[in-house]
Every structure is written in C-alpha cells, then in structure tokens.
T-cell receptor
Framework: SQQGEEDPQALSIQEGENATMNCSYKTSINNLQWYRQNSGRGLVHLILIRSNEREKHSGRLRVTLDTSKKSSSLLITASRAADTASYFCATTDSWGKLQFGAGTQVVVTP | GAVVSQHPSWVICKSGTSVKIECRSLDFQATTMFWYRQFPKQSLMLMATSNEGSKATYEQGVEKDKFLINHASLTLSTLTVTSAHPEDSSFYIC????????????FGQGTRLTVV
C-alpha cells in the first residue's frame, strides 16, 4: 500500500513562479526523499531529509519536514520549463524500505 | 552520485515468453536492490527487495514464481518476467543501495516492457 499521499495531484504554473507540493505519511520514518521523474524515464534523486532535520536546501529546492504532523513539503523556486515532471516523495522506514507517494505532476509553461 | 544501469531500456515480447531485465551498480557495491513497477500515471509500487546472496523478499500480491529475482553479486540483480502476458506490460525500475549510503537509493533508468 502507498505510504505517502501527495497534494496537489497536479500543478500548473508559469515560469518564474514557485511550486509547492506536500507529502503526508502514516508511519515512523528514518528519512524522507524527493524524486523527480520525467515522462517515461527513471527517477532522479533530488534531496534527502533525515527524521531529525526540519529543513534542507539544494539549489532552487527547499524541503521541510514536520515529523509531528507526518508531513513534508517541496518548494521549487523560480521554476523553469525544464522543471516539468512528476515529483514523488518516498519514506524510508527502519528496515530501509522505500514507500512512494502518488506523485504530483508539475507543468511549467514558458 | 552513484550510477545504476538498467538494461534493456525497452523491450517488446510475445505473450508466453520470458524477459530478463538487468540492474547493475557501476561504481559501488549494492548490498540491497529493489524492484518496482509503475503503471501509467501512477506511482511506483515496490515489488521485491533483494539482498546479495539471499532470496528476494516479495511484497504482498507479487507472484514470486512469475517475477524471478536473482541477486548473485554485489553489482548485479536480474528480474525475469516469466510467461509474460499483456497485463505485465509496465515500466519496471530498479534501485540499489550500498553499505556506504544507507537510506539513499539510486535508481536505474527503467525498462518499458510491452507484451503483445
């Protein structure tokens, strides 16, 4: 069964705008990761945030983690057309098993 | 980051035949490899977890006799879809995790399987 639920399911924005997507999960985690997937391609790892971290930055990406609410958010700032993709959160439990959310489809129009 | 190579990228096969997909970690030793499948516009579903030298652990609902997984070395795992049927058509992705990067999995580029 899916561990994470993401919202929104789809997001359409214009270049230059920020894109925010959220992920909620149900059980205790060791860490949470965000991935990007271009249509028909494999996953690309974006960022990993550990359960004892609250916020992490990588380039134009900002990830937050709230373990009390069992939720995480991914913010893409100053979006570009090349950011068009599906974004997935994935949680890792103490056994190392990854569970993926349903994903958010992001479309960035020029 | 670490590189995982998956082969082939796409394959078309006839119903009833078997297809083997390879997943290789190119620059690290993968103590654990994971196999996922993804239907169009859906998320990845974990099929099985394999540790080098031991039998794979399958997720509930995944037929182990149909999806044969072999993790014979620290750099190679294979998934064989036996007696493939059109409903097995899907995108299959592997990921690998090494002892030095626990909790961070590196993904192959995926294999698009079409069974006709």
């Amino acid at each position: 069964s899916q561990q994470g639920e993401e919202d929104p399911q789809a997001l359409s924005i214009q270049e230059g705008e920020n894109a925010t997507m959220n992920c909620s999960y149900k059980t205790s985690i060791n860490n949470l990761q965000w991935y990007r997937q271009n249509s028909g391609r494999g996953l690309v790892h974006l960022i990993l945030i550990r359960s004892n971290e609250r916020e992490k930055h990588s380039g134009r990406l900002r990830v937050t983690l709230d373990t009390s609410k069992k939720s995480s958010s991914l913010l893409i700032t100053a979006s570009r057309a090349a950011d068009t993709a599906s974004y997935f959160c994935a949680t890792t439990d103490s056994w190392g098993k990854l569970q993926f959310g349903a994903g958010t489809q992001v479309v960035v129009t020029p | 980051g670490a590189v995982v190579s998956q082969h082939p990228s796409w394959v078309i096969c006839k119903s009833g035949t078997s297809v083997k997909i390879e997943c290789r970690s190119l620059d690290f030793q993968a103590t654990t490899m994971f196999w996922y499948r993804q239907f169009p516009k859906q998320s990845l579903m974990l099929m099985a977890t394999s540790n080098e030298g031991s039998k794979a652990t399958y997720e509930q609902g995944v037929e182990k006799d149909k999806f044969l997984i072999n993790h014979a070395s620290l750099t190679l795992s294979t998934l064989t879809v036996t007696s493939a049927h059109p409903e097995d058509s899907s995108f299959y992705i592997c990921s690998a995790e090494g002892a030095g990067n626990r909790g961070e999995a590196f993904f192959g580029q995926g294999t698009r399987l079409t069974v006709v």
